[in-house]
């Protein structure tokens, strides 16, 4: 196989893995087999011990010699760390919006508003637009080239956020994007930096509530080393 065909299925497989585990499919605390993994995507185990050394990288994943590989619990001193970035961008971002906004792109996250308060929504399609509202404000201030940027960094803020919407309806936090957007609107910079602060850290009450309720998805400061078991720890 061509040097550059394996360095493409490489890549497939780590986004494929990572997506697993930001959406939750791979539990905070599972055990992860190498050759199950394989056999489930139809690829050999060396892109996937790959992948696993690249999301454990990211803090995704956690490596024990002579023990095994693990889906990382949620960090929630990462968590803040993504947050911290992200709000350090988009508040930014707030202050660079030009005096005429373009039209076409308020029409764009118009639309994108209108199907994030669809009463039938999903949580994976609401983060999808989530996601596509964020970027959205970026484009509008000229700054679309920091979201990657930003992506890259918060693995652990989007399982948390994913695990919040599991208790907080997306209605609520679509409900704040509107406030944002009709802010950015009326040219009202110390609303909108309010409202876009207010909305981005309502990820820490989230996890609060969770960490009372399931504590086990979260990472602790005395975590022990974890034994292998056929069990899930997340239920």
Partial sequence: MPESRKRSNRRVIYETLRRKVLTLELKP??????????????????PVREG????????????????????????????????FLREAVELTALEDMPADLDAELLAELDDNLARQRSPEIDVE???ALDEEFHRGLLRLSGHDRAWPTVVSAK????????LGLES?????????????????????????????????????????????RKPDLFASE???????KSVIVWQ
């Fill in 168 to 212: 907080s309806p997306p209605q609520v936090y679509a409900d704040q994007h509107v406030d944002i957007l009709d802010a950015i609107r009326a040219h009202d910079l110390d609303r909108a930096r309010a409202t876009m602060r207010a909305h981005l850290r309502a990820v820490f009450a989230d996890i609060e509530h969770l960490r009372n």
């Fill in 29 to 46: 605390g599972e055990a992860l087999s190498e050759k199950d993994l394989a056999a489930d995507l139809g690829v050999s185990r060396t």
């Fill in 52 to 83: 696993l050394i690249l999301l454990a990288e990211e803090g995704l994943v956690q490596v024990f010699p002579q023990i095994g590989s693990f889906v990382s619990r949620v960090d929630p001193q990462r968590v803040a760390d993504a947050q």
């Fill in 155 to 162: 693995g652990h803020l989007d399982r948390a956020r994913r």
């Fill in 222 to 228: 005395d975590d022990a080393t974890p034994v292998r």
């Fill in 125 to 127: 399609e609401f983060f």
